[in-house]
């Protein structure tokens, strides 16, 4: 289908598709078996100024947005969505900076992180605070001119590589998720240390670390928005991010459902290609049928959240449950098609089924999404009768 992408974004798109091929693809498996950070890629992109494509032009970006984003991720995920996710990830972290930074804030990191010579992180779910996020309980309590923290925040991807995180915390624990605030920590800061890094079922070439926090002290300029906004920014962020958590669901299906073609093609029993049978070409039909409908939602989600449009809580939930949910069934598709092949670790198959799990449970579970859609509609019922 024709997405009408301008001459930039189609040259954002070849580029990233180009890495994904040429550089990504070779380490994949590799990467996936060590579980090592990709380094290298991370490099490359940041050389190819793929970085650059969502910040502001301002601030050294090239000003595309979550769109141009999005974009990256999906090819680079083709490939591999544990690698893609170390450059999604710093846009997750880096959103919060773009919505709410001061221009102090802006002018300090945004530079580095469009050049891809620092990467950010976000800071938001704990032990006991995953979908309900407003239970969390690391505090950052105000003293003189600082906040000391204390607590740990679990699961935080690009934790240890990155060097600017988002930290929701609570700076008056009395007032509950109303008096949490976002602040922005760098690594170093004395009191601030890494957990241990978990050792994932997917998404392995990615970094999950905890952030330990003990009487970690920072600057009261450190401050993202105001204190007791800490649950809003948080939920905006998601509300911006969520969209990428599609391209990259979108990615890893586009790229199951390619190499299972192929192999159909290739594939010989009762001496024909096993494409030539149409209980797997229905299969085949119907993959890329809901692929190409996850594009479409997640393209124009994307493009409402870049275009300013107000509240996008409800469609960037959209396009991460339809995104994510297609991931899934098209990478287990993609695994029967393969047969027995597509069980072994020869076979990239089982990868991306284990890569694609993870879309339906991070950046707020399936379930929470459909929360969000249905309170979503049925608040605009109760207005619409007002
Ligand atoms: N944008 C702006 N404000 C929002 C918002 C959004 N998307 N979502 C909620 N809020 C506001 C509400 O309006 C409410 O404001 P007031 O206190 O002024 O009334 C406040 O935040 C609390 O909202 P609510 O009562 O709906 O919060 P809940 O505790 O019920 O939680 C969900 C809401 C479940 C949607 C939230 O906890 C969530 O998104 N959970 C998933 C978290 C997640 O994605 N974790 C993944 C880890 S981060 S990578």
Not at 133 to 151: E, R, W
Not at 232 to 239: G, I
Not at 279 to 307: H, I, N, P
Not at 364 to 378: K, M
Request: aromatic share 8%; charged share 25%.
């Amino acid at each position: 289908m024709n997405y009408f992408l301008t001459d930039d974004q189609k040259m954002i798109k070849d580029l990233a598709a180009q890495i994904a091929r040429e550089k990504i693809a070779p380490i994949a498996a590799e990467l996936d078996e060590t579980g090592e950070f990709p380094h290298e890629i991370v490099k490359v992109l940041a050389q190819s100024d793929l970085f650059r494509v969502f910040i502001p032009t301002e601030y050294e970006g090239l000003g595309g947005g979550m769109f141009d984003m999005c974009l990256v991720v999906e090819e680079l995920s083709k490939a591999c969505g544990g690698i893609a996710l170390a450059y999604a990830a710093s846009g997750l972290g880096t959103i919060p900076i773009i919505l709410f930074g001061t221009e102090e804030q802006k002018k300090k990191y945004l530079p580095r992180l469009a050049s891809g010579e620092i990467l950010a992180a976000f800071g938001l779910t704990e032990s006991g605070a995953g979908s309900d996020a407003a239970s969390i309980k690391t505090t950052a309590k105000p003293d003189g001119d600082s906040y000391v923290l204390n607590g740990t925040k679990q699961w935080i991807t690009n934790g240890g590589e990155a060097s600017i995180y988002t930290v929701i915390a609570l700076t008056d624990p009395a007032r509950g998720v109303r008096g949490s605030s976002a602040l922005l920590v760098e690594k170093g800061t004395p009191g601030f240390d890494f957990g241990k890094k978990e050792n994932k079922m997917g998404i392995r070439a990615s970094v999950t670390r905890e952030l330990v926090f003990q009487d970690c002290r920072v600057p009261k300029s450190s401050i993202l928005s105001k204190e007791g906004m800490g649950f809003l920014v948080a939920m905006r962020t998601l509300d911006q991010s969520r969209p990428g958590v599609a391209a990259q669901a979108l990615g890893i299906a586009q790229g199951a459902l390619d190499k299972a073609v192929e192999y159909s093609r290739e594939r010989h029993q009762f001496g024909k290609p096993i494409s030539s049978f149409q209980g797997l070409q229905f299969m085949m039909a119907d993959m890329a049928t809901q692929v190409e409908a996850a594009r479409a939602l997640t393209y124009s989600v994307a493009r409402a959240v870049d275009a300013g449009e107000k509240d996008v809580s409800r469609m960037s939930a959209m396009a991460k449950v339809f995104a994510s949910d297609t991931a899934m069934r098209v990478t287990t598709d993609a695994v029967q098609i393969f047969g027995g092949y597509g069980y072994m670790k020869d076979y990239p198959m089982e990868k991306m089924m284990r890569d694609a799990k993870i879309t339906q449970i991070y950046e707020g579970t399936n379930q929470i999404q459909r929360e969000v859609i249905a309170l979503g509609l049925i608040k605009e019922s109760v207005r619409g009768k007002k």
